[in-house]
């Protein structure tokens, strides 16, 4: 029997991918501190960037399962030693989600008007996020591109490089909303909201560009692709289909979640966009932990290393919980500091106060629905994935967070809908898990 895996081999690949994991959420925060604080409209500028943020993390979400669904095939060829049957797979799947892209970017920066005032957003509100979101949407096509190496970086045991690139991305990012919002005197003039939208856009070009050649001079797989299809791109379509639908499922949650604050007001919008940026970082920090799940869990089951498997996804769950107990108890120490990094408007501050302690308590219930989405990945069970979000998300979540509205809740109401969403999506995960594999073992 194959030996169990080390806590400090899942350590060795979760804590770079955790680190790249957060460089999206990173460039959203950064975002978001810095147009917090500028002298003029920080409110507004603040539930834009809020807006906007959250329907291109919708975007990426939907188009980078790529990144997922590549990394279980190439996990599991190298469990089964048939790499080179892949390799001309990630190049063509990559292919057709980045031009699956440029029509999405084609029908939302002709149409962006219409897209936000469906998020309830009007006024000054709805300007800013048209000239935030007609910026930052042409770094789609750039982010997908990393992602879908990150990918193969993973599916190939190696997290490391991915984190290069993120921290790369990340701090050119910061560096560059500095220099754009705020401006510097003699050379470049404030470009406030703007100038943060030109900032990530930077950093994706970037951060894309060295994937590429970080790929092309670590690993045998190329992005030139090869005709014709590989016989497991309709796997990978298949898989990728169902993630997608997921993936919708879970942006319909943020949607309702987004139109809701909104509908209350630029403070509430402030607040959520501030309290559900936090949840984004400390998400993408478990969700580190969720990349070793699926690149361990792809090759273990490969392997048929079914007993191994089990193990791991027990010792998984108990450092996800772990690690979500430990970001609750730093929450619960900085709470009030870090309400006021992102605003100094008082009503934004009281509402972010009053709502942020379910965002901690939710941390370690978190943890286990995203160590099991990556176990799940890795397994190759996208369908279960699919299933379980659209029941969390239309029989839970949205008569829930309808039901509250209707009683006043207020961004109470979002979070508590949003809490029961977490327990319904990782509930059947766990189930299935032990229930399939104490079996098998």
């Given at each position: 029997?194959k030996?169990?895996?080390?806590?400090?081999?899942?350590?060795?690949?979760?804590?770079?991918?955790?680190?790249?994991g957060?460089?999206?959420?990173?460039?959203?925060?950064?975002?978001?501190?810095?147009?917090?604080?500028?002298?003029?409209?920080?409110?507004?500028?603040?539930?834009?960037?809020?807006?906007?943020?959250?329907?291109?993390?919708?975007?990426?979400?939907?188009?980078?399962?790529t990144?997922?669904?590549i990394?279980?095939?190439?996990?599991?060829?190298?469990?089964?030693k048939?790499?080179?049957?892949?390799?001309?797979?990630?190049?063509?799947?990559?292919?057709?989600?980045?031009?699956?892209?440029?029509?999405?970017?084609?029908?939302?920066y002709?149409?962006?008007?219409?897209?936000?005032?469906?998020?309830n957003?009007?006024?000054?509100?709805?300007?800013?996020?048209?000239d935030?979101?007609?910026?930052?949407?042409?770094?789609?096509?750039?982010?997908?591109?990393?992602?879908?190496?990150?990918?193969?970086?993973r599916?190939?045991?190696?997290?490391?490089?991915?984190?290069?690139?993120?921290?790369?991305?990340?701090?050119?990012?910061?560096?560059?909303?500095?220099?754009?919002?705020?401006?510097?005197?003699?050379?470049?003039?404030?470009?406030?909201?703007?100038?943060?939208?030109?900032?990530?856009?930077?950093?994706?070009?970037?951060?894309?560009?060295?994937?590429v050649?970080?790929?092309?001079?670590?690993?045998?797989?190329?992005?030139?692709?090869?005709?014709p299809?590989?016989?497991?791109?309709k796997?990978?379509?298949?898989?990728?289909g169902?993630?997608?639908?997921?993936?919708?499922?879970?942006?319909?949650?943020?949607?309702?979640?987004?139109?809701?604050?909104?509908?209350?007001?630029?403070?509430?919008?402030?607040?959520?966009?501030?309290?559900?940026?936090?949840?984004?970082?400390?998400?993408?920090?478990?969700?580190?932990?969720?990349?070793?799940?699926?690149?361990?869990?792809?090759?273990?089951?490969?392997?048929?290393?079914?007993g191994?498997?089990?193990?791991f996804?027990?010792?998984?769950t108990?450092?996800?919980?772990?690690?979500?107990?430990?970001?609750?108890?730093i929450?619960?120490?900085?709470?009030?500091?870090?309400?006021?990094?992102?605003?100094?408007?008082?009503?934004?501050?009281?509402?972010f106060?009053?709502?942020?302690?379910?965002?901690?308590?939710?941390?370690?219930?978190?943890?286990?629905?995203?160590?099991?989405?990556?176990?799940?990945?890795?397994?190759g069970?996208?369908?279960?994935?699919?299933?379980?979000?659209?029941?969390?998300?239309f029989?839970?979540?949205?008569?829930?967070?309808?039901?509250?509205?209707?009683?006043?809740?207020?961004?109470?109401?979002?979070?508590y809908?949003?809490?029961?969403?977490?327990?319904?999506?990782?509930?059947?995960?766990?189930?299935?898990?032990?229930?399939?594999?104490?079996?098998?073992?």
């Amino acid at each position: 029997m194959k030996k169990a895996i080390k806590i400090s081999d899942i350590q060795k690949l979760a804590i770079p991918a955790l680190i790249s994991g957060i460089a999206e959420p990173i460039l959203s925060i950064t975002d978001t501190i810095i147009v917090g604080n500028i002298p003029e409209n920080a409110t507004i500028s603040l539930g834009a960037v809020g807006i906007v943020g959250s329907f291109i993390s919708m975007l990426i979400w939907v188009f980078g399962q790529t990144r997922s669904v590549i990394a279980s095939i190439i996990a599991q060829a190298v469990g089964q030693k048939n790499l080179k049957e892949i390799e001309t797979l990630p190049a063509q799947g990559i292919l057709i989600i980045i031009s699956s892209s440029f029509l999405i970017i084609i029908l939302t920066y002709f149409n962006s008007e219409n897209l936000f005032k469906f998020y309830n957003a009007s006024g000054n509100l709805l300007q800013f996020c048209i000239d935030y979101f007609n910026i930052r949407v042409w770094g789609l096509p750039f982010t997908l591109l990393t992602i879908g190496i990150f990918g193969i970086f993973r599916g190939l045991q190696n997290t490391f490089y991915p984190m290069i690139i993120a921290i790369v991305g990340a701090s050119l990012n910061i560096i560059l909303d500095i220099a754009f919002v705020y401006g510097i005197d003699g050379f470049i003039s404030p470009m406030y909201i703007k100038g943060a939208a030109y900032a990530s856009l930077i950093a994706q070009i970037t951060m894309a560009v060295i994937a590429v050649i970080l790929l092309y001079k670590k690993t045998n797989i190329k992005l030139a692709v090869k005709l014709p299809f590989n016989p497991k791109i309709k796997s990978f379509l298949g898989m990728f289909g169902n993630l997608v639908i997921r993936t919708a499922s879970l942006n319909v949650t943020l949607y309702f979640c987004n139109a809701f604050a909104t509908k209350y007001g630029d403070e509430f919008i402030a607040a959520y966009t501030i309290a559900i940026n936090l949840w984004f970082l400390v998400a993408f920090i478990i969700d580190g932990y969720s990349s070793a799940g699926t690149i361990l869990s792809g090759k273990l089951y490969g392997e048929k290393s079914y007993g191994v498997l089990m193990k791991f996804g027990n010792d998984l769950t108990k450092i996800g919980i772990k690690i979500g107990i430990i970001m609750c108890v730093i929450g619960f120490i900085f709470y009030y500091p870090l309400g006021k990094i992102f605003n100094n408007n008082a009503v934004v501050l009281q509402e972010f106060y009053n709502i942020f302690w379910i965002i901690l308590a939710m941390f370690p219930l978190c943890s286990i629905a995203f160590i099991f989405d990556g176990i799940y990945k890795g397994l190759g069970w996208m369908k279960d994935l699919r299933n379980v979000l659209l029941f969390s998300t239309f029989i839970v979540f949205v008569p829930f967070v309808v039901l509250f509205d209707h009683f006043n809740l207020g961004l109470h109401g979002i979070f508590y809908a949003f809490t029961l969403w977490i327990l319904a999506r990782s509930i059947p995960l766990i189930i299935k898990f032990k229930k399939t594999f104490n079996k098998l073992s």
